[in-house]
């Protein structure tokens, strides 16, 4: 089986980390985002996995080419030389995805998070005979989204309310599909909307079924989203893989610890962190709902909460990161300085506070 992943272009909602990495490639839980996908989908049999890409994909090819070997499965990329929305990219890759198989294939979206139940999507594909199967998740506010409207029982859909100002239904589309090789039949190489023009089509058709999603989900391409994200992925480990977590005196609910990082006494660490390979964590630091990427060096009594720390930064002693503050890759932030909800460029040096939440260039 193939899968194609759409990685689209610059990463913008991510930045100043997207500054340094394409956003598939920023850690998540101490691993490339796009790694989680890959390896979930090689766990049900895919062999080949196409990245749709138009941004930078010879840096995207080079990292993954260690995880090809590693994990023995084939990644090629189809690059736009013009962003061609979320179906476009399908009829560029149409000769990489029609292999004369007639077997199905997976599209996903890059910055979706979730347990990726693969295997159940298969076979409901088959047994509902359909033409395309789409993954749909529930949420608290359709009124913000696309909703998916379909039958309970049998799990076709009967159509797409975009932003619904009455209620219709829960579920919006989780950007996770299987779709026979013939949806490449109704899409033509231009710029174009998967869900706004390709599905709607096939829904008239009745051939279109939909999944509810178990578990969580988290589209992950923004900073909050990302730590809630990190949160209900820490949620599902403990459930399923709980001896992946970090657990002793100093740790508090979920704690994700690479192996070789380092931590010193009298710390207090959790809940909802990953603390990444190579980082160094002082004495006395109390870090809760934030993400320690590879290289960090929090230095003694700092002090960092619902936060991002990019790669080979450094917090200094005493210091208070907060807000959704976002250090780039190779950020310095000087002793007792105040963060609240600063976003700061690669390789700034940060020697007073920042009171509010502003960019710093």
């Known amino acids: 089986m193939k899968a194609l992943i759409l990685v689209g272009g610059f990463g913008t909602r991510l930045r100043p980390l997207t500054l340094s990495f394409p956003k598939p490639l920023v850690d998540f839980a101490n691993k490339p985002m796009i790694l989680h996908q890959i390896e979930a989908l090689k766990a049900v049999g895919v062999t080949e996995v196409i990245l749709a890409i138009n941004y930078r994909p010879e840096v995207m090819l080079n990292f993954l080419k260690e995880f090809e070997d590693k994990l023995g499965i084939k990644i090629t990329c189809s690059q736009e ?60 506010e359709p009124s913000k989204y696309g909703v998916v409207v379909m039958n309970e029982e049998s799990g076709k859909v009967d159509r797409f309310v975009e932003k619904p100002k009455i209620f219709v239904g829960n579920k919006i589309n989780a950007g996770i599909y299987l779709l026979n090789p013939s949806v490449l039949d109704r899409i ?86 990953a603390i990444g390979p190579g980082c160094v964590i002082e004495s006395g630091v109390r870090l809760s709902r934030c993400t320690v990427m590879r290289g960090v060096r929090i230095k003694k009594h700092a002090c960092i909460s619902s936060s991002i720390i990019g790669w080979h930064s450094t917090v200094g002693q005493w210091a208070r990161i907060e807000n959704m503050t976002i250090l780039g890759e190779d950020v310095h932030v000087s002793d007792e300085v ?24």
């Open 188 to 273: 033509e190489l231009r710029p174009t909307s998967i869900e706004k023009e390709v599905f709607p089509k096939i829904a008239a058709d009745k051939k279109l079924h939909a999944m509810v999603l178990p578990g969580f989900w988290m589209d992950v391409g923004q900073p909050k989203d990302y730590i809630t994200g990190l949160r209900l992925y820490l949620d599902s480990l403990r459930k399923k893989e709980p001896s992946k977590l970090a657990a002793g005196p100093h740790i508090v609910g979920n704690v994700l610890v690479h192996e070789n990082a380092v931590i010193g006494e009298g710390c207090l660490i959790g809940p909802d962190v």
């Open 81 to 140: 030389t013009e962003p061609l929305g979320t179906a476009g990219p399908l009829a560029l890759a149409r000769d990489k995805l029609a292999d004369g198989s007639g077997e199905p294939f997976f599209v996903l979206n890059s910055d979706v998070i979730s347990e990726y139940p693969f295997a159940e999507l298969i076979q409901l594909h088959k047994s509902n005979g359909g033409e395309a199967t789409i993954m749909v998740t529930k949420v608290d």
């Open 338 to 361: 105040y963060s609240n909800g600063g976003v700061v460029l690669p390789h700034k040096e940060i020697k007073s506070s920042i009171l509010k939440p502003e960019i710093v260039m």
